[in-house]
């Protein structure tokens, strides 16, 4: 291997002097480019062409004879001239790069012979300040070492390219392709519906089909893991219920209808809506992610390559559990929601049984009924949004961070809107 | 004349658990070298790359880069020695919610005063130096496997290190595109003459861009060879040395 010299210890900067080479008596020349000066490889007696700069992440240039090597950057202008001078490396070229730029407008010329070190982001700046004076600005008095890097960072500059034409859009355009692109959700979001209901259609035919193993995994994830956060939202909900109808209420001496209005609201509105918005943020989000990462990592195009539907194997599992543990996670919201309440009634005076009474006999086994139909539907439409986030991922990391958050709102803003539906519905059917 | 040692590895033993990976490890690398690691899939060639960047501590002995071991520095001693290197992954390990530019940008702005505009125009010459000026306002997931391996190389020159680590930068390439990144490291040594230490098992890269290397083996449990690659292929110390290069099973 090639032999080379002993460096600067940490501390000092990464380069090193060229052995053998006078103090002083590096050679000076200009930076390759420059219509005025030859290129570095004509340039006086020294080391060979051939042979490599300083060791280092920087190279070391020796000091003009008579002065001392200094630590900082200098930027000095001389009439036309501007020097740069001391060591211009990554570590102190922010010291000098506004006040460089600014002096190198107007310069005729730059001087680097008082250049000690350079690196590639030291030359960047050379490059800059030559680009502020202009480009046939010729840069002048660079030692052997110096220019050859200076040489490699100017061959590697490129200004940036102008963004294209196509990417500068007007408030129109930006607006339809806003439009495109919501109908292509739509129109995807449509297909997989479409793909969904054939699965689910195929797989009644053929129940040989549906992995009951990953169904009962799902169950265990979508609905077992989660008794423990519904039950305490629930009791918690039944307690704020019941303590701010009872203050107004009580103004008309009608807080004993309080388990009734809770009652009534629970079964038929807050138990499926609250569960269906913990299923959303908990497992929704937790499909994307999951169905997500698989897409990223080609794992879905695999299987589609050795013939096997991922909407039979992924989707249909998920969907069929969701389905399944909504209307168990709202009857549990449901029950934890009037165990909260009586505990405020009997808190408040109130005999239990007489609680009990009186939410017998405001509530129906219609709104009971009723309310765990909608959290079904919830749950097939909350796992359906989280499934096909999931598959539509894109590529790269945020991908899967993205197709996670489109699950979450995309299954909120869905339940809210179902709700209202089935509201309508239920008051058209007079239930 | 000798050159000076930039690492310096003395008796390093390495291993998990009550698994040994190697031990008994000492190497000097020297300044502006090209100094590959290599050996089979499993040998600890990625591990032995990570103790000398501080990520893991070795079991016994030690690795000391520019006089100073990055598994005891603390404090500013650390901070110092990290930016006297640079680290390709092997995965790229560029972050994806970036572009290129920014990829390369963001040590500068960890480790240096440089305004922002320099910043950018610093990243714009490290990102030319490795071919990539054109995309530099792409996205990671938006270019090939090739062009993100340069990239990363790119990103590990942000602040001129003395020092590079490469993890398997031919790995997963075609063998064009694969040439063109050992060529990339010849200029990079030659013209910037930074010090590469490059884990590899790609014969190609090994004998394109080697200067020195060692040799180490899963059954040794250590190194069991050091020198030029070439003499290494030429005049093969042992049996195992021979069979990697002339990929022979037996």
């Not at chain 1, 060229?18 to 930076?31: H, I, K, L, M, T």
């Not at chain 1, 979508?222 to 629930?234: E, H, P, S």
């Not at chain 1, 497992?283 to 195009?301: H, K, R």
């Not at chain 2, 890269?205 to 020198?227: H, N, P, T, V």
Request: charged share 20%; hydrophobic share 50%; glycine share 12%.
């Amino acid at each position: 291997m090639t032999e080379r010299q002993p460096g600067a210890p940490l501390g000092e900067g990464a380069g090193n002097r060229r052995e053998g080479r006078p103090e002083g008596a590096a050679e000076r020349a200009s930076v390759p480019g420059s219509p005025s000066l030859p290129p570095a490889e004509d340039m006086g007696p020294g080391p060979a062409p051939d042979a490599a700069p300083e060791p280092g992440g920087a190279v070391e240039a020796p000091a003009p004879a008579g002065q001392e090597p200094s630590a900082s950057p200098g930027v000095e202008r001389d009439g036309e001239v501007l020097r740069l001078s001391g060591r211009l490396t990554s570590m102190t070229a922010g010291e000098v790069w506004r006040p460089a730029l600014k002096e190198a407008h107007g310069a005729r010329r730059i001087d680097l012979s008082g250049l000690e070190m350079l690196d590639t982001s030291g030359a960047a700046l050379v490059i800059a300040a030559a680009r502020a004076a202009g480009e046939d600005v010729p840069v002048e008095g660079a030692s052997r070492p110096v220019a050859a890097v200076l040489e490699r960072s100017r061959a590697a500059d490129r200004p940036p390219a102008a963004p294209p034409a196509g990417r500068r859009l007007g408030v129109i355009s930006a607006l339809g392709a806003w439009g495109v692109g919501r109908a292509d959700a739509a129109r995807e979001a449509t297909t997989f519906m479409g793909e969904a209901s054939a699965t689910f259609v195929n797989a009644a035919r053929r129940p040989r089909d549906l992995r009951i193993a990953d169904v009962l995994r799902h169950l265990d994830e979508v609905g077992t893991r989660a008794f423990g956060l519904v039950i305490l939202l629930g009791v918690l909900i039944g307690v704020i219920l019941a303590f701010q109808s009872a203050i107004p209420m009580r103004q008309y001496g009608a807080d004993i209808f309080v388990p009734r209005l809770v009652g009534i609201s629970l079964l038929r509105e807050l138990g499926p809506l609250l569960a269906a918005v913990i299923l959303a943020g908990r497992t929704g989000s937790a499909f994307a992610a999951e169905l997500g990462t698989m897409t990223v990592n080609e794992e879905v195009s695999a299987l589609r390559i050795m013939g096997i539907d991922p909407m039979v194997l992924l989707v249909l599992p998920r969907l069929i559990a969701a389905t399944l543990a909504m209307p168990v996670l709202a009857l549990l919201m449901d029950l934890a929601g009037l165990v909260g309440m009586s505990v405020v009634m009997m808190a408040t005076g109130f005999p239990l049984q007489l609680v009990i009474n009186q939410v017998h006999a405001g509530v129906a086994l219609g709104d009971l009924l009723g309310g765990l139909g909608k959290a079904a539907v919830f749950g097939l439409v909350i796992a359906g949004i989280g499934c096909r986030a999931g598959l539509a991922a894109g590529s790269g990391p945020r991908a899967v961070g993205d197709a996670a958050t489109s699950a979450v709102v995309g299954g909120i803003v869905a339940l809210v809107v179902l709700d209202g539906i089935f509201a309508v519905l239920f008051y058209r059917l007079g239930w | 004349m000798a050159a000076e040692a930039v690492i310096q590895a003395r008796d390093v033993a390495m291993g998990f658990g009550s698994r040994v990976l190697f031990r008994g490890v000492n190497f000097d690398v020297a300044r502006g070298e090209v100094f590959v690691i290599l050996g089979g899939s499993g040998c600890g060639k990625s591990t032995l790359l990570k103790l000398m960047i501080g990520l893991y501590q070795p079991t016994a002995g030690q690795v000391t880069i520019l006089g100073g071991d990055l598994a005891t520095a603390d404090g500013e001693a650390r901070r110092n020695l990290l930016r006297q290197l640079g680290v390709m992954w092997q995965s790229g390990a560029l972050f994806g919610s970036m572009t290129l530019l920014e990829n390369v940008m963001l040590p500068l702005e960890a480790h240096t005063d440089l305004p922002r505009e320099a910043r950018e125009d610093v990243a714009r010459v490290k990102l030319g130096l490795v071919g990539l000026s054109d995309a530099a306002g792409r996205l990671p997931a938006e270019i090939s496997g090739g062009m993100a391996k340069r990239a990363g190389i790119a990103r590990a020159m942000a602040l001129d290190p003395p020092i590079l680590f490469l993890d398997e930068p031919s790995a997963g390439l075609d063998p064009v595109t694969s040439a063109g990144l050992d060529e990339l490291i010849k200029d990079l040594a030659r013209d910037l003459g930074t010090t590469f230490v490059v884990v590899t098992h790609e014969l190609q890269s090994i004998l394109a861009i080697g200067d020195r290397c060692i040799m180490l083996d899963k059954e040794a449990q250590g190194m069991i060879a050091e020198g030029d690659p070439r003499h290494l292929r030429d005049d093969p110390p042992n049996d195992t040395v021979r069979r990697f290069f002339r990929r022979e099973t037996r």
